[in-house]
Every structure is written in C-alpha cells, then in structure tokens.
Nanobody, 126 residues
Framework: QVQLVESGGGSVQAGGSLRLSCAAS???????????LAWFRQAPGREREGIAV???????NYGDSVAGRFTISRDNEKNVLYLEMTNLKPEDTAVYYC?????????????????WGQGTQVTVSS
C-alpha cells in the first residue's frame, strides 16, 4: 500500500514558478523506489491529464503542454516525488495529483496508476 500527500500548490502570476511535492508513505511490504510515479492535473470541466512520469530508473517523460517548462524528479531516500514548474501560464491552472503504480513504464494515462493523492490546487493569474 502507498499513501500519497501533495503539497506546494498555491496562487502565482503568469511567468512565475512553483514546486510541488508528493510525500509517500508505504507499508513494510512496499518499496517506494520500485514504483512508476507521475503527475496529473485536472481543470474544471476537463479530463484528468497526465503531464509527467518518471520511471524506477529515473527516466522522465512529459506531456506536450508542459515539456520544457516542468521537471519531474524523485528522491527515493526520502520517498518524495517533485514537480518543478516554471514559466507558468493561466492554462496551467488546475488541481494537481501525484500517482504511483508498482508496475509499468512511461505511462501518462490515469488507468495505469493504482495509488493517488488528494490533489493540490495551482492557480495562475494573468
């Protein structure tokens, strides 16, 4: 079992930066570093969108809407996933979720993930 808690959301002006964190708690049978990890976001009235994924080997991949602006990383010692967001735009406004799955590679689809955080709001004003 994995429990995920996001933090770091907030309000920022366009062009600004934010860093999201996702702290993971695992039971004694679960190893955080064995999991594929990802960030998703969901704006009102829109489907949940996969924006960044990082593999067990720390290979990262990004959705087209954030490539070049966002960076995903993980700290397996601290059981934390990060999302560094720069050059934020109003269209980045959404609830951001972290997700984890014990299997898989390079997947940006919600049904690839078993565990989800509760989400953190990011609002970008123009």
């Amino acid at each position: 079992q994995v429990q995920l808690v996001e933090s770091g959301g907030g309000s920022v002006q366009a062009g600004g930066s934010l860093r999201l964190s996702c702290a993971a708690s695992t039971d004694r049978f679960t190893v955080f570093e064995d999991h594929m990890l990802a960030w998703f976001r969901q704006a009102p009235g829109r489907e949940r969108e996969g924006i960044a994924v990082i593999s067990r080997q720390e290979r990262a991949n990004y959705g087209d809407s954030v490539a070049g602006r966002f960076t995903i990383s993980r700290d397996n010692e601290k059981n934390v996933l990060y999302l560094e967001m720069t050059n934020l735009k109003p269209e980045d406004t959404a609830v951001y979720y972290c997700a984890a799955n014990p299997n898989g590679y390079n997947c940006l689809l919600p049904n690839c993930y078993r565990y989800w955080g509760q989400g953190t709001q990011v609002t970008v004003s123009s």
